[in-house]
């Protein structure tokens, strides 16, 4: 929080609301054998390969926004429970390529039906989903999202005493 501002700053809201959606993700998901970075790569995956695609896991670490090696250990552990197939991409020996096995299909199919109806549930305050509010709360997140973060500035009073 801001020592200038009496409430919460947007970044502190932002914060919260993604640990309050991650806990609710979880929760929805855990019956089916997911956690919420799980249900992230195999939603992900799912989507990826609708549209023709079969993703390294660079690819989908950088669609998640997870980490290579985050995505790396995720991938693993579906792998050995049987939800998604890792082989490596022929035109790239050093690449591994993620695609969905048959039951890694139907669980993500089920997992996503969940998700949807909590998120309708999460987003239901500014009038459900699909609701005009919703879309520009979505359009207000991707353009913070798509914004590039300027380099830190050092901020050393010891260097700008130096300087003066």
Known sequence: MSMD?????????????????????????????????????????????????????????????????????LARALEAAGMIERTRDPRDPRAVQLALTEQGHAVTGRAIAVVQE???????PLGGLDAPRARTFTDELT???????????PNDENAQGATS
């Open 5 to 73: 501002s009496p409430g919460p700053t947007p970044g502190f809201l932002v914060w919260r609301l993604a640990g309050k959606w991650r806990v609710a993700v979880d929760r929805a998901v855990a019956p089916l054998g997911l956690t919420h970075a799980q249900y992230s790569l195999v939603a992900s995956l799912y989507g990826m390969q609708r549209a023709g695609e079969r993703p390294s896991q660079r690819q989908l670490a950088d669609h998640t926004g997870l980490e290579a090696l985050y995505v790396s250990k």
């Open 118 to 124: 909590l998120l309708q549930q999460l987003l239901e």
């Open 143 to 153: 353009t913070l999202l798509d914004a590039p973060l300027a380099p830190p500035v």
